[in-house]
T-cell receptor, first 113, second 114 residues
Framework: NAGVTQTPKFQVLKTGQSMTLQCAQDMNHNSMYWYRQDPGMGLRLIYYSASEGTTDKGEVPNGYNVSRLNKREFSLRLESAAPSQTSVYFCASRAGGHLYEQYFGPGTRLTVT | AQSVTQLDSQVPVFEEAPVELRCNYSSSVSVYLFWYVQYPNQGLQLLLKYLSGSTLVKGINGFEAEFNKSQTSFHLRKPSVHISDTAEYFC????????????FGGGTRLMVKP
């Protein structure tokens, strides 16, 4: 039982390049989330998927797209990376119902030059 | 939408001393609150949560937190810290919406010194 896994762990992009961050969970959770973490700002929600087949914007969605490929997988895509997207990205999942705690992956450290 | 404020960005403390990390939330009818810990270069782990019932919540690693509705606070405490408690701690509140999103505070870096 690996929990929430993310790939890659590190990535360096040039401005304008695109990439997809992958996330998978093996806990049969319904909801999945993408956050970015910047110093002093805590975690901010980019997009979430309340259930398979649905996605919604969070607090900071501009410059990102997501795909809920199936119940296990939730990917985050940067179509044209900008230096402002340099951050650590975390994926999380939640079981559903009255279980509100989220379980986090190890993160992807992205640098855009 | 609910919000969370962590009043201290850094808290230095000596080993075996007590510590309190402060968290205040915006008022709402029903509040679900969480504390997470992030060790260096890792993801976040749940320390404890308050959903209802007893206002004193015990978590892992000897931490506890007290829900205080009148002061809209959910402070995290440990009576005696270890070097291994050095980490960043995040308070979070559940948003009462379809996504059940969590809103996080800015984090408090706990630095335990020998």
């Amino acid at each position: 039982n690996a929990g929430v896994t993310q790939t890659p762990k590190f990535q360096v992009l040039k401005t304008g390049q695109s990439m997809t961050l992958q996330c998978a969970q093996d806990m049969n959770h319904n909801s999945m989330y993408w956050y970015r973490q910047d110093p002093g700002m805590g975690l901010r929600l980019i997009y979430y998927s309340a259930s398979e087949g649905t996605t919604d914007k969070g607090e900071v969605p501009n410059g990102y797209n997501v795909s809920r490929l199936n119940k296990r997988e939730f990917s985050l895509r940067l179509e044209s990376a900008a230096p402002s997207q340099t951050s650590v990205y975390f994926c999380a999942s939640r079981a559903g119902g009255h279980l509100y705690e989220q379980y986090f992956g190890p993160g992807t450290r992205l640098t855009v030059t | 939408a609910q919000s969370v404020t962590q009043l201290d960005s850094q808290v230095p403390v000596f080993e075996e001393a007590p510590v309190e990390l402060r968290c205040n939330y915006s008022s709402s009818v029903s509040v679900y609150l969480f504390w997470y810990v992030q060790y260096p270069n890792q993801g976040l782990q749940l320390l404890l949560k308050y959903l209802s019932g007893s206002t004193l919540v015990k978590g892992i690693n000897g931490f506890e937190a007290e829900f205080n509705k009148s002061q809209t606070s959910f402070h995290l405490r440990k009576p005696s810290v270890h070097i291994s408690d050095t980490a960043e701690y995040f308070c979070a509140v559940r948003q009462n919406n379809a996504g059940n999103m969590l809103t996080f505070g800015g984090g408090t870096r706990l630095m335990v010194k020998p």
